[in-house]
């Protein structure tokens, strides 16, 4: 059974940083992800990670100002967001599967519960 749970969500000032982690449980999935959905729109995808290798990939959205790490001793994914813009708040997904660097939400298998990102002066 895997459990994703995410965390370090928040309120921060445009221009500000924020991190957020997610920490799996279970088998390891070969591939992580982080997807973003703003209420009455798809959920979008934002950056993901595969487990052994660590090949990596950003939306155009975000990259610049967005990394993402794992820490396999711990097994946990991070989102390191900075420069946090007006366009960036949403309730931010971790998500697990066996597809490497896919942006499609259909293919990751797991989901974890979401955290809330708000970005507002």
């Known amino acids: 059974q895997v459990h994703l749970v995410e965390s370090g969500g928040g309120l921060v000032r445009p221009g500000g940083s924020l991190g957020l982690s997610c920490a799996a449980s279970?088998?390891?999935?070969?591939?992580m992800g982080w997807f973003r959905q703003v209420s009455g729109k798809e959920r979008e995808f934002v950056a993901s990670?595969?487990?052994?290798?660590?090949?990596?990939q950003l939306a155009d959205s975000v990259k610049g100002r967005f990394t993402i790490s794992r820490d396999d001793a711990k097994h946990t994914v991070h989102l390191q967001m900075n420069n946090l813009t007006p366009e960036d708040p949403a309730v931010y997904y971790c998500?697990?599967?066996?597809?490497?660097?896919?942006?499609?939400?259909?293919?990751?298998?797991?989901w974890g519960q979401g955290t809330q990102v708000t970005v507002s002066s």
């Open positions: 998500a697990g599967g066996p597809t490497p660097s896919t942006t499609r939400a259909q293919d990751y298998r797991y």
């Open positions: 279970g088998p390891i999935l070969y591939n």
């Open positions: 990670i595969i487990w052994e290798g660590g090949g990596m």
